[in-house]
């Protein structure tokens, strides 16, 4: 960390700081320039975060150098993770495909969904049934009955399922019945969820927030990980800025970005991005070439008669289209999908 | 609710939506233009939310017309509202000031801060002792022992004491000790949270989300009122746009718009907002002359050995002539301070 | 376009508001709700410019339905545009390549510059002669000395020449030298310049503004089209965001967006967009498979020594290894490169 | 200035870094913590604009200390600026009220307007005639008439007039009808235009860019003063955010960090901020109490007849109430209006 001083900052200011410092038993490097004295603080940080050295007289502002997060880091943890869920893998090499409707809706439209995509080769099926919804006069979905069709679904076609928690209670819910957490875009900063999630030991796919910036985000993979689980999975679902032609702003440098700053395998959800089913197609040929680590992505038998998200869900045939042209895309790309 | 036609719509893709909205029991009006067909939804749409439209065959897009929330809204309930608690008024004439310490962080503190208050005539006293905080290494709240300082400290000024809840357990630990809830900026979306502190039947400071718009905002009070509690009290904190100079960016014409949708008071809490104390006297201002209905506030007896927060709380002495700056302004406004 | 009218609006006032479009010889139809009246207006809205009908009593709110913009609108021109350059196609399956320094800095820079990309097959060399800068105190560029150099550059190698023009001088200053102008983020709304731009006839670059929506973007392609010409290639360079792990936000999605609402090509700018050369590959590789129809990246044979944005410059090396990866990318996508 | 040097830097590419400081005749000082070593820069930056440091070897960023902005920066000219136009002053604890349409649209509604406006006591009359719009298909506005009509108006009642200029050729135009020259928001980062405007020697209002930071606002203001014109007046009108409530989102804390970082005089313009009428008066009374120099807010004789922005004009009766308010509220601010 460095410490700006203001221009007019006397030298019993300076030393009242490095005192602050020294008493906290870190280093303090004083550069002196023509304009303003700058401090470079040599120690370890953490031990600051009760000290509010920008409120003491002459401190200008505050700089952080190195990031809060440690476990999500890539620089404490150079390779990339590989995440092992039943007999699959995410990270490591391969492109993978989590598909299903946004909501399950009942016994028949899941084990539908479950047959098909296992048809196709999809490993992984998501499917909501405790649904945050903007308005509360929504479809807010089937919760535990909802859970015993994924379970059925997932024990008829081995597949591995994820569906989204949303508290405490619906964690303890879902439990025994999923494979992989999700913790929604609206839940990233939900920190005590987070927390318990990362104590299940089970695998998490951890979105990001409507408007988290990606040190944020990697923050609240810390509090997953702090709980000792480190299987972790990072989601780019799109992100709220001024253009309305999309739901949400896709921010496809996340991908690069992630990969330079952490080791955690990253995912794309095309159909929350965008919120149109015609765009999704393109979004997932950026996914595999950009090289993410996979896609989500909404699969609905009848999208037209789907509770939630109906105009952002492929249809089957359309799905079996993405994946024809995806694969020799993944190929060329040096990914196993 | 409208439904635009593609350009090329067919006489039998337009026959098939009015058909659909006629198994729905709800009226279709047809206006055909030189470019499009547009059609006109009459009933209640409510009962639209399981049919995804938009995935008909030959449809554009679907236009909402009428807001999807009721019971904050103003044209259903056009008398502003006025929340009593204890025996202090938030509305009807009142400016509200809510101020504190970020966080609890010992029983001096709080009860040093709260006498403090008291004397400057302050009714309404904040403090948090479950702390939202971005790192997992950063002060997480003193928890239970907090709000046991908070309401020794109320008990002996006569003080109503304001505390986040975080999660459905911080909300049961809290239930006995606290007069409103505050719902944080993070949890706007919480949905769960919010159903459950409707149903305490307490006052609620509901905080807009970093990016919520205003009227995911009002949908986020409406989970709170379909619990039956009526009791609300919106807080405009700022929200994540591009600049950096402040925290946060304060969206200060929130205050007007809301006035006009809604019945609800609202307060606005310069301090995170902007993030920066030296700011926070002008917000202040701002907020009395722009007709809102107070101010939440953080004061500490020392912000330079602040827990979190510091560089955004007001000493004591920074608050009393905040104090003696809004006093006049309000009366001239017309608001009772 | 829809006129909602106010639920407490009379009778009156809705039948003010039809005679004021008949006035305009507009049809109005009325469906009168529940809640409020809505007005579909039909005819040719255009002539409704002056007429403020917002500010009519009992008017709520206008929706409108159709596109401001009519020449860049693929609705009324379906087939893609094809630009010609020289012997060089940008659209109709090519994958274009726009490529060179961010400024011309000398002749022996761009010349060298010139002959490494010719040597890769690039049929396009861009360098700024006019620069935009932040800073008044940052290099400007060398005008029409930079000009100069790039047209030897032109006539040795055979490439096409793009460079930026800022205003109605400098486009004069540039006309005789330049093969396509490019019309910088800063200025897509300089509509006089775009007016003018669009009278010479010849091809134009025109990036997105730093928070324009796509909406206003092909409004800006409407100005220079309305002058006659139709040569426009749209260039998406990154949007404001909040974000700041890179310079702006990349938004991918733009281009199966205005493959929808438009039929003019779209390039995307990676190096502008992140602002970080260790992001440009997997952007690029992202650009060919959503279906872009060419880059524009900055490369530079020294990039420590250039003169502005040499952090996100490419060296020869970087760029010969980045075209290698392109390459099999684009035949598999379908396209020419 | 500091350099962050990445975590697995070489002595040797410490030590390269340093020597090129050297040859640019600046000290380097070193910190060497335990993740990471910094550099502090001491002497002028400048010198290095054609430095690419952040690009060579072991690099990690390089973070700014000091603005890159002088003569409009209050740390070099700690005393507020005062601007003289005719016999009014801007600044120098004086409340100004702009006031007048949108367009210029006849020689009569310009002199009622003015008319008007001289009897309430407002002494800038503002009336755009260079009309810059999204869509090439509205009213662009009078040109050189217009100008003629603002000035017969100015010489008959002595107000003063502010009107845009959007480009050179405009200027050219404008240069002997205006008192003070507007730049608007779609061109503050049209630097050419800057220049020329601060040869001028006239007083300027520079409107903040749709999506400009406070120091890339002050950065343009640098371009207009260092042609030698100090007399510029920024205009905050309203950033752009992800909520469509209202137009843009007004930032009204950019005037407590202006009047912090900068000399110059602010004023705040509500009418683009929010977009909508019925929000002004809120606006323009925080305008006042939150300390700004000023407002510029549109009037119109006949807001429903206007040719452009009709929706968020006053009407002469609306104005009036407002400048009731406005008074006494000025008055208890230590402002003169």
């Known amino acids: ?117 296992k048809s196709c080769g999809v490993h992984f099926l998501r499917g909501g049934t405790f649904k945050p919804r903007t308005s509360p006069y929504a479809f807010q979905g089937l919760g535990l009955e909802g859970l015993q069709y994924l379970k059925e679904a997932a024990d008829e076609t081995g597949m591995a399922i994820i569906t989204e928690v949303t508290s405490l209670r619906t964690l303890e819910i879902a439990l025994d019945h999923v494979d992989v957490f999700q913790i929604g875009a609206r839940n990233m900063h939900s920190f005590e969820l987070l927390k318990e999630v990362g104590k299940t030991g089970k695998p998490v796919v951890l979105k990001r927030g409507l408007s988290a ?35 949400n702003t896709l921010d496809i440098s996340a991908v690069p970005v992630i990969q330079q700053k952490s080791h955690l395998p ?30 989500m992505v909404e699969v609905h038998p009848q999208p037209a008669k789907a509770f939630s998200d109906g105009a952002q869900s492929l249809n089957f045939e359309q799905f079996e289209s993405l994946l024809n042209v995806l694969k020799p895309l993944a190929e060329i790309c040096g990914k196993e999908l």
């Open 1 to 117: 960390m460095i410490i700006v001083m203001k221009r007019e900052a006397s030298q019993e200011n300076i030393q009242r700081v490095v005192r602050v410092l020294e008493e906290y038993r870190l280093q303090a490097h004083l550069s002196t320039g023509k304009q303003v004295t700058i401090i470079g603080v040599i120690g370890d940080k953490s031990v600051l975060t009760d000290a509010n050295l920008e409120v003491m007289d002459g401190v200008d502002k505050l700089v952080p150098i190195t990031e809060t997060y440690k476990l999500s880091n890539r620089k404490f943890n150079p390779a990339p993770s590989v995440i092992k869920v039943k007999d699959f893998t995410i990270g490591g090499g391969n492109f993978s495909i989590v598909a299903g409707p946004c909501s399950v809706e009942g016994r028949e439209q899941i084990l539908e969904t479950a047959r098909f995509l």
């Open 213 to 247: 910036t990606i040190d944020e985000w990697l923050n609240a993979a810390e509090y997953i990980m702090t709980g000792g689980n480190s299987q972790v999975i990072l989601c780019e679902r799109g992100i709220r800025t001024f253009e309305t032609a999309t739901r």
């Open 266 to 295: 990253i995912l794309i959800d095309p159909s929350h991005a965008s919120g149109v089913r015609e765009y999704v197609p393109a979004l997932c040929r950026a996914a595999v070439s950009v090289g993410a680590d996979g896609i």
